[in-house]
């Protein structure tokens, strides 16, 4: 069964960190993978997506992810993260032959001011 | 821009009761979803619905059912509420295949 695993439930960071937030997906086939984001209080919205091409994709709000095939890794990336970004952020994973989002159990990030 | 809106952000409910939650999209979306949204456990898909009066089981269907007479509305139903239904549930639509998820702001019950 297809299932995807985001290593951290929290973390914490002080302005102008480093983030990485981890997510691994198992699926055999071609998958079409997502990052979303749930600003308190908010609807969850998109933050990047990857069907196929360049895996090194561009999202909103300076954020980047990585896909890396061989790992069935779809990691999270932003070089200097901001209080703003205080969030709870999902991976989502769909593989090619199914409709259905497979989600990862997310990750809640506090940046510290 | 796409609206999709869930009529109640906040519900208290008793057990037994029956619960109507209710979604309304204004894009003309034929997929419509319902998932509910646990600490640590992410996002589980309860129903979703392809077309009027077409549904479908997702992972966790026990205990609700759903309703799409229009194509713009999707409700999720309670048949009698249990405390392990407290929860939050968000609804969603899906334009095409290509295209991410729509959510509205969700809907938190407490069943006491």
């Known amino acids: 069964a297809q299932s995807v695993s985001q290593h951290n439930h929290h973390v914490i960071l002080s302005e102008a960190a480093s983030l990485e937030l981890g997510c691994n997906y198992s699926?055999?086939?071609?998958?079409?993978l997502f990052w979303y984001v749930q600003y308190p209080g908010q609807h969850l919205q998109l933050l990047l997506k990857y069907f196929s091409g360049d895996p090194l994709v561009k999202g909103i709000k300076g954020f980047e992810a990585e896909f890396i095939k061989s790992k069935f890794s779809f990691n999270l990336r932003k070089p200097s993260v901001q209080w703003s970004d205080t969030a709870e952020y999902f991976c989502?994973?769909?593989?090619?032959?199914?409709?259905?989002?497979?989600w990862g159990a997310g990750t809640k990030l506090i940046i510290k001011p | 821009d796409v609206k999709v809106t869930q009529s109640s952000r906040y519900l208290v409910k008793r057990t037994g009761e029956k619960v109507f939650l209710e979604c309304v999209q204004d894009m003309d979306h034929e997929n419509m979803f319902w998932y509910r949204q646990d600490p640590g456990l992410g996002l589980r898909l309860i129903y979703f619905s392809y077309d009027v009066k077409m549904k479908e089981k997702g992972d966790i269907p026990e205990g609700y059912s759903v309703s799409r007479e229009k194509k713009e509305r999707f409700s999720l139903i309670l048949e009698s509420a249990s405390t392990n239904q407290t929860s939050m549930y968000l609804c969603?639509?899906?334009?095409?295949?290509?295209?991410?998820?729509?959510f509205g702001n969700g809907t938190r019950l407490t069943v006491t």
């Open positions: 699926y055999g086939g071609t998958v079409n």
């Open positions: 989502a994973v769909r593989g090619d032959s199914n409709y259905q989002l497979i």
């Open positions: 969603a639509t899906w334009p095409s295949y290509n295209s991410p998820l729509h």
